[in-house]
């Protein structure tokens, strides 16, 4: 049997595969626990700066198992709220993580698979894609945080329309509402988001993470809150060496070394 998780390195760049292709890489317990042990080793790993998210075969994920939810209905709720938790354990796995986790969507990305896509810091698509929040289409309900995420984007009245639908929309409609940060033909998404990937590990490790948090958490905060969050940030990055080897640089006009820097704090592997 195949592994839930096809795992490989490109340079500093983890690329973690969906690998459930008979069910168009649908979610299992399986792949959530993989990709959270990735995710784990990534944070643990300095010659790691980023992590990709795609699946095998010419789809990113259909979204839950139909097969294995319909046995749901016979559990008590309480046990089924559990099982719900994994998802939520693996959505905040991904927002915690502090590399930049980069979704690569060829194919499908319906119900969970839209939710997991979303959750990624960042999203590279094929204009060919389809993204669903399809829910409905099965007498179900939005989860993990596909309502959050889209509402980050459109309006209330948009967000109602897709989830009361199930619409299908393109990777090329998602760009167009600034869902997606790169656009590509089909089968260009993991190109395109290893090139991303890549630019992002010549990057200062610490700042970065820093900067992660900083975006997401502008969504909910209010300005104060904000400019303290920013403030705090600042004084930690003006006392550390990232900023001595970043302003150093550019005072010496070379280019900054931020990966060996990384790899001199805590040693590569």
């Known amino acids: 049997m195949n592994p839930a998780l096809v795992s490989r390195r490109d340079g500093a760049v983890l690329i973690l595969s969906n690998n459930n292709q008979a069910a168009r890489n649908a979610l299992s317990p399986e792949y959530y626990h993989a990709v959270m042990d990735g995710l784990r080793a990534a944070a643990a790993d300095p010659s790691l700066a980023a992590v990709i998210l795609t699946g095998e075969g010419g789809h990113f994920c259909a979204g839950g198992d139909l097969r294995q939810l319909a046995t749901r209905r016979e559990m008590p709720a ?4 559990e099982r719900l938790e ?49 829910y409905v289409k099965v007498g179900l309900t939005p989860d993990g945080g596909a309502t959050a995420f889209l509402s980050e984007f459109v309006s209330r009245q948009v967000l109602t329309e897709l989830c009361l639908t199930g619409e299908r929309v393109s990777g090329e409609r998602m760009h167009q509402l600034g869902c997606v940060n790169r656009l590509t033909e089909s089968g260009g998404a993991l190109p395109a988001a290893l090139e991303l990937a890549r630019q992002l590990s010549t990057g200062p490790a610490q700042a970065v993470a820093r ?3 900083l975006c997401h958490a502008a969504q909910h905060q209010s300005l104060q ?7 705090d940030y600042m004084v930690e990055a003006q006392g550390g060496e990232e900023s001595r080897e970043g302003i150093g640089a550019f005072l010496e006009k070379r ?15």
Request: aromatic residues 4%; positive net charge; hydrophobic residues 50%.
């Open 78 to 81: 309480a046990q089924r709220r």
């Open 225 to 231: 809150q904000q400019l303290d969050l920013e403030a």
């Open 86 to 134: 994994d998802l939520n354990r693996f959505i905040r796995a991904i927002r915690d993580c502090p590399k930049p986790v980069i979704a690569a969507v060829e194919g499908a990305a319906a119900g969970a698979g839209l939710s997991l896509a979303m959750a990624c810091d960042m999203l590279v698509a094929a204009r060919n894609a389809v993204f669903s929040v399809a």
């Open 255 to 269: 280019q900054p070394d931020f990966a060996g820097l990384r790899c001199a704090i805590a040693p590569c592997s």
């Open 211 to 213: 900067i992660k948090t």
